[in-house]
């Protein structure tokens, strides 16, 4: 697109520079002097005429051969003369007007050629016949031939009227003379020669003065000054042409070192740019081969280099990730850093005006008013300033900065634009150290992630082992408990048996959740609600010295999540507070929401922006110090002789399982406070309400159909039921449990499905509903977290109960199906989708 323009240029200049020089030659000079030349011979040769004609006139001449070479010649300078007048009209008009004067000269010339023969033979004539008059006897015919001759003479040399008056009188008179005889014919020959040259001579003499009067020299005169005008006219523009050309040449003298200066410019900056290009690829060499504790001393080596470009005396490169800024810093011998420079630069980069994007450059730091935002830059001892900004991404927003304190001004250097390779080389050399140190802890994570899932897997087998163990152990205990006198030693023992029991259930449970990996079943929770239930299960469990206070509650908080396990999260969390309390003090439970804009980082959990509501519990303890922080997440890790160290590993999993994530501050002697952050749920969707625990009934004859593989487990269900006062009908294969349902229809009043090892019960149950699809079904299953609500409904399963069964809640599972109407059974379990 740069080429045309400049050839149009070059086209013109070369055509200006040819225009200079053909009209600073003065090519109209030829010319000039051809129509001088051409006009002197015009001259000469109409001045030869004219003596031609006069020596014609005279009779000096035999013959008009001279005068006639005269004429042609006088014609060919006056042709010559037209040739070289040019398309100049003033001049043109001029040799018109002497052409024109030739050509009646000419005219002239040819009259006097034919009368001046004529008078020239008459003249012979005249003389010959005058001497043979002249030598007569007749006296009187020699006096009149000699007074005639006389007269004849005088009017050759005048030809006035009284001279041709005497001619035509003496011619009068010798006519009447009374001559001889044999005069006669010479009088009468005379007489009429006589009577020719007295009308010949006055009109040869009239063309001869006419042909000297207009022989003028006026026209030739003016011509040639015209001509010299012209030739002066162009002489004087063809000196100032050179003087045009001269100053023209001078001009392009000065474009050529212009233009050769700036060539030169962009060379240096050209070797500039490729000095500076090697210094940024130098420093990108070494970042890739650096180590992580090499990294700080490359970017100061790297920001010590840079500077000495622009005569920089300080040079920082520096990146905030959320309110922390991290700064590497260069300066020269005896500069330091003003106070929160260059962290500052953050606030104060946004608040100047730039035109160069990212770019901001200020040579001279110049305030002009009190609140000009260079008054900071001032505060800081900056004099000249460049700084290269990176917006807010993957590698977080970054300033490289250069500043001037000792010098009045930065290096004026057009390239600044190279410094944005050199600021993300330095940005990308530590978002690659970030990356590969989020590597190593992603890696270490997965390790633990692994080592964890081992732990779990192995721990939920074990667990489901002894569930089935103490499940027996209860089962013997409730027996066994109806057997014995209420108040008596053996009944105070089996309380402390079935105690035992249930906190080895409750242990096992949290193994359980901790090992499970299933899908959670969430629901629109208020966390007010949820909150509130928590607060009145831990009134009764807490120790004496340890109070508990929810101090500030929300009450829009809602989450997405199980109302059992975050309940479980709030359990777990307050006594794992009170064991950790010696000292009397006070359980704070607070709950608000927060809306984070940018992705959050809560120790190993990155929470993606949105709407969460947070959780948290404080207490006044002891504290923890960062050897423990960074162990008490782990699973069986405990600090009381006591303690399982499944509490807070089950509270980890619950929250990320429902897209979460748990922070915890803590110090020495400062207390620890939890943050439990939660998904918040939409503001529009209802709210489950949590259901209190049914009272456990006694049956009034009710049959159930058991459907137990394990015979022994069986008999022991069945006289749990029995004691429940429930008439139980147990069954150890399917075929059999179905054909007694198709026998008899309105046989069962409900049936319990138990757990198989190693199999599904939620197909045995299914396949009972499809045989007796009127018939509740209760579910019986070691971990009933794991099922999903539509396929319970589906399989016509309407209450869920651990197993091994416990009294209590197997009798209220019993009579809510009872109590519930038909059309309702089905729903209950779907209702919880």
Not at 276 to 289: L, N, T, V
Request: proline share 4%; charged share 20%; aromatic share 6%.
């Amino acid at each position: 697109m740069k080429v045309a323009p400049a050839a149009v240029g070059v086209s013109f200049l070369l055509a200006l520079l040819t225009w200079l020089l053909l009209s600073g030659l003065n090519m109209n000079s030829a010319r000039y002097d051809r129509q001088s030349q051409a006009l002197a011979e015009f001259s000469r040769f109409e001045r030869g005429i004219t003596r031609e004609v006069l020596t014609s006139r005279a009779g000096l001449s035999q013959n008009y051969d001279a005068l006639v070479r005269m004429v042609d010649a006088y014609d060919g300078a006056l042709a010559r003369l037209r040739e070289a007048v040019g398309p100049d009209r003033e001049e043109a008009a001029a040799i018109y007007v002497l052409a024109a004067r030739a050509g009646r000269q000419e005219e002239l010339i040819e009259q006097f050629k034919s009368r001046n023969a004529l008078l020239q033979n008459s003249l012979a004539y005249f003389s010959l016949f005058g001497e043979r008059l002249a030598s007569s006897e007749d006296k009187s015919l020699v006096a009149g031939t000699s007074a005639l001759a006389a007269a004849m003479l005088h009017l050759t040399l005048n030809t006035s009227d009284a001279t041709a008056q005497e001619v035509r009188t003496r011619l009068q008179d010798l006519a009447q003379l009374q001559t001889p005889s044999g005069e006669i014919d010479s009088i009468r020959a005379i007489i009429a020669h006589g009577q020719l040259l007295h009308n010949l001579l006055p009109a040869v003499d009239a063309i001869l003065r006419t042909l000297v009067e207009d022989s003028s020299v006026r026209e030739q005169d003016n011509l040639h000054a015209l001509i010299m005008k012209r030739q002066l006219a162009a002489r004087a523009a063809a000196r100032q042409n050179r003087l045009l050309q001269y100053a023209t040449s001078l001009l392009l003298l000065g474009g050529l070192v212009y233009f050769g200066l700036l060539l030169r410019a962009r060379a240096i900056a050209l070797r500039r740019r490729a000095a500076f290009e090697h210094i940024i690829a130098d420093i990108s060499m070494r970042f890739i081969d650096s180590r992580h504790d090499e990294i700080r001393g490359h970017v100061e080596k790297a920001l010590e280099q840079l500077a000495g470009y622009i005569g920089a005396d300080r040079a920082y490169y520096a990146c905030r990730a959320g309110t922390t800024v991290s700064t590497y810093r260069w300066s020269r011998e005896g500069v330091g850093f003003a106070e929160g420079w260059p962290e500052r630069v953050f606030d104060l980069a946004p608040r100047i005006e730039r035109e160069r994007g990212d770019i901001i450059y200020i040579p001279k730091v110049k305030p002009s008013y009190p609140y000009d935002t260079t008054n900071l830059l001032a505060e800081a001892g900056v004099r000249g300033w460049l700084c290269i900004t990176a917006p807010s991404g993957p590698l977080r927003p970054t300033v490289l900065g250069f500043d001037a304190v000792r010098a009045d001004a930065l290096t004026q250097w057009a390239e600044f634009a190279l410094f944005r390779m050199a600021s993300d080389a330095i940005r990308n050399a530590l978002g690659r150290i970030r990356l590969e140190q989020e590597k190593d802890r992603l890696q270490a994570n997965l390790q633990q992630a692994r080592r964890m899932e081992t732990v779990g897997t192995f721990a939920s087998g074990i667990a489901h082992n002894f569930n089935n163990i103490v499940g027996a152990i209860l089962g013997y205990a409730e027996m066994a408990d109806a057997g014995v006198k209420a108040g008596s030693r053996s009944a105070a023992n089996l309380a402390e048996i079935r105690r035992a029991g249930e906190r080895a259930r409750e242990l096992i449970g949290q193994i359980l959740t901790f090992g499970r990996r299933g899908k959670v079943r969430r629901e629109h929770i208020s966390i007010e609600a949820l909150a509130a239930e928590t607060a009145a299960l831990l009134g009764a469990s807490l120790p004496s010295h340890v109070k508990f206070a929810m101090t500030e509650i929300e009450e829009t908080a809602t989450v997405w999540g199980e109302a059992a396990q975050l309940q479980q999260v709030i359990l777990n969390l307050c006594n794992n507070a009170a064991q950790a309390m010696q000292e009397p003090g006070l359980i704070e439970l607070r709950i608000c929401t927060r809306e984070i804009l940018h992705p959050l980082r809560i120790r190993r959990t990155e929470l993606a922006p949105g709407r969460f509501t947070i959780i948290s519990v404080s207490d006044p303890g002891p504290g923890m110090d960062e050897a423990m922080l960074e162990r008490i997440f782990e699973p069986f890790f405990t600090t009381r002789a006591d303690g399982s160290g499944l509490g807070l590993a089950t509270v980890r999993e619950i929250v990320e399982q429902h897209g979460g994530a748990i922070g915890v501050d803590s110090a020495p002697g400062a207390g620890t406070r939890f943050d439990v952050w939660l998904p918040a749920g939409g503001s529009g969707e209802p709210i489950s309400t949590q259901r209190a625990p049914d009272i456990a009934l006694r049956g009034s004859g009710e049959t159930v159909l058991v459907l137990q593989p394990d015979r022994k487990r069986l008999m022991r269900y069945e006289e749990v039921l029995a004691a429940l006062g429930y008439e139980p009908v147990g069954f150890t294969g399917l075929a059999e449990a179905e054909a007694a349902c198709r026998a008899g229809r309105g046989r069962f009043d409900l049936a319990l499905v138990c757990h198989v090892p190693g199999g599904s019960s939620l197909i045995l149950a299914a396949s009972l509903h499809e045989a007796a699809p009127g018939l509740p079904i209760i579910l019986a299953s070691p971990s009933t977290h794991d099922l999903a609500a539509p396929l319970l409904a589906a399989s016509g399963v309407t209450e869920l109960v651990h197993q091994p069964l416990v009294s209590a809640e197997l009798a209220a599972a019993l009579a809510r199906c009872l109590a519930a109407p038909a059309g309702e059974r089905f729903q209950r379990i779907a209702s919880a989708r």
